[in-house]
């Protein structure tokens, strides 16, 4: 069941329709469970990065404490939910949905010439994004990975991309929103050893590549059967490195 609270209220119609007439803005999505959320600083940092660009103002130590309280007033007694944060021009909108279960089925998914306005951000210009999505799924495909004009690989839809070369992670390196958990996942595959690299990816490239998988926080790790018509079969070693990782990756206090 959906709850929505703006500013710690309930939100009046009038505040409803502005943001949804107007669009502006930016947000970050968590996954909570038993009240406790993963990357919950790099949330906060995303949340003051986007604030400064799309607002001007970084906000302030009492700004954050007032966030987290205005998070958790909007879970109630809830200890497992979806949580959007969302800022806009009337406040900061928190949505709370139901935890969303890690994905299992592989999917297949079709590039898309596409590159996101501001790609560093994560904010409320999703048109582009969705439409992509909704032609790659005309077309018979679960989703879109965009390919900029310089034929590097971007992100997904609503999610990173990592590839395996049969030795290491590959992450590829192009304008796109570094998502909180490819973040945490860099940090833990350092930590613990796993072996990764950043780096330019081509279209041209994939076919080079023997696993992919897409990363967001519904899964770190969800398996891409296939890029357009290039078919991906070892996934053993990659779905394999980006768990071992994620499994160490700390829950923190909201």
């Known amino acids: 069941m959906l709850h ?15 943001i949804a007439v107007t669009n502006y803005g930016h ?18 940092a995303r949340l003051d990065d986007a604030n400064e660009k799309f607002f ?37 909108l928190i949505s709370v949905s139901d935890p969303v279960e890690e994905p299992t089925t592989p999917i297949r998914v ?35 990975l965009f390919i900029g004009p310089d034929a590097l ?7 990173n991309v990592a590839f395996w070369d049969g030795g290491q992670v590959v992450l590829p390196m192009a304008p796109m929103l570094k998502g909180v958990t490819i973040v945490l996942l860099q940090i833990a595959m350092s ?33 891409i059967a296939a890029v357009d018509d290039i078919v991906f079969d070892e996934h053993d070693q990659l779905t394999k490195a980006l768990h071992t990782a994620w499994d160490t990756v700390p829950w923190d206090d909201i």
């Open 27 to 44: 947000f970050t999505s968590m996954q909570v469970r038993d009240g406790k959320v993963r990357g919950m600083a790099l949330h906060l």
């Open 191 to 223: 930590m613990t050893g796993i072996p990764w690299t950043m780096r330019p990816v081509r279209r041209d490239d994939l076919p080079d590549l023997l696993a992919a998988a897409a990363v967001n926080s519904h899964s770190p790790a969800r398996r």
């Open 56 to 92: 001007g103002d970084r906000g302030d130590v009492d700004d954050e404490l007032r966030l987290r309280s205005w998070i958790r007033h909007a879970l109630g007694d809830r200890s497992d939910a979806s949580v959007r944060v969302a800022y806009t021009d009337e406040g900061v």
């Open 4 to 18: 929505i609270e703006l500013n710690g209220q309930p939100p009046s119609a009038q505040a409803l329709a502005t």
């Open 110 to 144: 079709r590039t898309e010439l596409y590159e996101r306005p501001w790609p560093e951000q994560k904010h409320s210009a999703t048109m582009g994004l969705r439409y992509a999505q909704r032609t790659a799924r005309e077309a018979g495909y679960d989703d879109a």
């Open 153 to 159: 690989v971007r992100e997904g839809s609503t999610w």
